[in-house]
C-alpha cells in the first residue's frame, strides 16, 4: 500500500515545457472518490535542490524535468558561489558526487529570447542520502532516458520507493503529458501500479521512448483505515498538511491507549497556520461499525 496521499509535483521548467502537465496530473487525481491528495509544488527557480531533501514525506512523486542516461534529474536552481551557504551545503555535494553542473541550459524563454544558466544537477548517490524513507513510494519521472539505465531506479528503490516509471529513450512533452493522464487517472481509482500503467510508444521519430514501469506491480492506493490507532508508530497511512505528528506523550499528555498519540498543532514548531492529518477510506455495504 503506498504510504500516504501526500503529492510532490517538482517541474523546473515548468514555464518553457509545453503543454503544462501540472494541471493535467492534479485534475487526474482529483477525480478519484478518494480526494484526500495534498499537493506540495515546486516550479521553474523554485525547484531548488534543497526542496528534494523532503522527498522521502510523499507517497507520491511527479518529476517533469531534463534527465539524461538514466542517472541525472535537472533542477531549476542556479549556480551561485556567492550564496552565503555555497561552501557548507552545496560544495560538499558537488565534490561528493551527489550533485554536478549542466551549463547554458535553458530555463525561461522571454518574448523571442531564451535566458540560460548553469544548474544543478542531482546524481542517484544524492537520493541514497536522503534522509529517512519513502512510504512505498511512487515515483513518476517523466523526464528524458529516466528508465534507459537502472542507476536512478535503484537509488529510490533502496530508499523505499516501490514503483518507478519513467521512459527508456528522449520523449515529446505531448507523449509525456497522455501517459501522465492515463497514470494518474487509474491510480486516484484504487488501480495498482501495473495495472494503472499503459505499454506505449512515443510515435514522435526518431526516438520513440518506450513508456516503461519498474516496480512491485501490486502498489496502489488504500480504501481502507490504516494505522488508524498510530501504533505503527509513524505516520503510515495519514496524509499530512501543516503540523501533523507521532508522539508517545506531549508533557502530561498519555496516549489513552497503546503507545502512541497523533496531534495535530499551530504552536510546536512547524507551523502557525494549520495541521491535519486526514485518510480517506470506503465504507463497504457490508459494513455495521
Known amino acids: 500500500i503506498v504510504g500516504n496521499r501526500n503529492v510532490l509535483i517538482y517541474t523546473p521548467y515548468r514555464s518553457i515545457f509545453t503543454p503544462d502537465k501540472v494541471p493535467i496530473v492534479k485534475n487526474a487525481l482529483d477525480q ?24 522521502t514525506k510523499f507517497g507520491f512523486v511527479f518529476m517533469d524535468t531534463h534527465g539524461l542516461r538514466g ?10 558561489i556567492f550564496k552565503p551557504n555555497f561552501t557548507q551545503y552545496y560544495l560538499p555535494l558537488l565534490l561528493s558526487g551527489q550533485l554536478g553542473l549542466w551549463e547554458k541550459l535553458v530555463i525561461s524563454n522571454t518574448g523571442t529570447s531564451q535566458d540560460t544558466a548553469t544548474v544543478y544537477t ?23 532516458e529516466s528508465t534507459i539505465a537502472d542507476n536512478l531506479k535503484d537509488a529510490f528503490f533502496t530508499k523505499g520507493a516501490k514503483a518507478y516509471y519513467g521512459y527508456s529513450r528522449i520523449v515529446y512533452s505531448n507523449f509525456a503529458a497522455a501517459m501522465a493522464d492515463t497514470v494518474a487517472r ?29 516496480s512491485s506491480t501490486n ?16 505516520l503510515e497511512g495519514w496524509t499530512k498538511e501543516g503540523d501533523g505528528r507521532i508522539l508517545t506523550r506531549l508533557g502530561s499528555i498519555a496516549p489513552p491507549q497503546g503507545s502512541y498519540l497523533g496531534i495535530i498543532s499551530t504552536g510546536l514548531g512547524y507551523t502557525t497556520s494549520s495541521g491535519s492529518l486526514s485518510q480517506c477510506l ?7 461499525s
Open 122 to 144: 542531482v546524481y542517484p548517490e544524492f537520493i541514497k542520502q536522503l534522509p529517512g524513507t519513502f512510504p512505498n513510494t511512487v515515483i513518476f519521472n517523466s523526464s528524458c
Open 32 to 55: 478519484a472518490n478518494c480526494r484526500d491528495f495534498k499537493y506540495t509544488e515546486y516550479a521553474n527557480q523554485a525547484a531548488t535542490v534543497a526542496v528534494l531533501e523532503d522527498m
Open 282 to 288: 470506503k465504507v463497504e455495504n457490508n459494513q455495521s
Open 71 to 80: 542517472e541525472l534529474i535537472f533542477t531549476g536552481e542556479k549556480l551561485d
Open 219 to 234: 502498489m496502489s492506493f488504500s480504501f481502507s483505515l490504516i494505522n488508524g490507532n498510530y501504533e505503527a508508530g509513524t
Open 186 to 214: 487509474r491510480f486516484a481509482r484504487g488501480l495498482a501500479a501495473n495495472e494503472a500503467y499503459y505499454d506505449a510508444t512515443d510515435p514522435h521519430n526518431p526516438y520513440s521512448a518506450h513508456f516503461e514501469l519498474k
